[in-house]
């Protein structure tokens, strides 16, 4: 069973939409990662947050970490076809090298 | 390249037989992990190296399963007796010490016929 559970497993949209991923458990984390990996690629790290109720805006994506530490979100405004990938968050838990990992939204931006 | 290197990229086995992944960490960076990732699964900790001290094995699924670091930096991941739910891609990363952001390698695909 994982942890962490990310929804939709799959996502297919046309450049110019928004898009919103959200990853959910019933854990508490003392933080939270976003990855996005490409085929052949490992992941890459997109964000972390830590605060309960933080939000993060990186260029057009914007992240938000529920205030009990349990959730997060992943938004990105005005899809671009370079968005394609596989997001994957990762929570934290009591050891602080030992990840969480969910299993990922793939995100498919259409031209 | 100062990223994180593995080999081989892909790697087809017969069950039964043994096999070797290696993986060559950023210069400097103290820790070390190994993961594997399966089809439409999320990442699977494996094992994780800092140091000099012993190991977090806590995450091999089997005793068939070993892995060990050499001098501090370069580590091998040794799958015996390969079976096919072994297949799946293992991904290494290493970092500047536990709880540092994480930099993974391009992971070695693994395919136990």
């Known amino acids: 069973t994982q942890l962490l559970e990310q929804s939709p497993q799959f996502l297919s949209i046309q450049e110019g939409e928004n898009l919103t991923v959200y990853c959910n458990s019933s854990?508490?984390?003392?933080?939270l990662q976003w990855y996005r990996q490409e085929p052949g690629e490992g992941p890459v790290l997109l964000v972390t947050v830590v605060t309960g109720g933080e939000v993060k805006k990186l260029k057009r994506l914007t992240f938000q970490f529920g205030d009990a530490r349990k959730d997060s979100s992943l938004h990105i405004t005005a899809a671009q076809t370079g968005d394609t990938g596989l997001y994957l968050c990762?929570?934290?838990?009591?050891?602080?090298?030992?990840?969480?990992f969910g299993a990922g939204t793939t995100v498919t931006v259409r031209a | 390249g100062a990223g994180v290197s593995q080999s081989p990229s892909n790697k087809v086995t017969e069950k039964g037989k043994d096999v070797e992944l290696r993986c060559d960490p950023i210069?400097?960076?103290?820790?070390l992990y190994w993961y594997r990732q399966s089809l439409g699964q999320g990442l699977e900790f494996l094992i994780y190296?800092?140091?000099?001290?012993?190991?977090?094995k806590s995450g091999l699924p089997s005793d068939r399963f070993s892995a060990e670091r050499t001098g501090g930096s370069v580590s091998t991941l040794t799958i015996q007796r390969t079976q096919q739910e072994d297949s799946a891609v293992y991904l290494c990363a290493s970092s500047f010490g536990g709880g540092h952001e994480q930099f993974f390698g391009p992971g070695t695909r693994l395919t136990v016929l």
């Open positions: 854990s508490v984390f003392s933080s």
């Open positions: 190296f800092q140091g000099n001290s012993a190991p977090d």
């Open positions: 210069s400097g960076h103290t820790a």
């Open positions: 990762a929570g934290d838990g009591n050891d602080d090298y030992k990840l969480s």
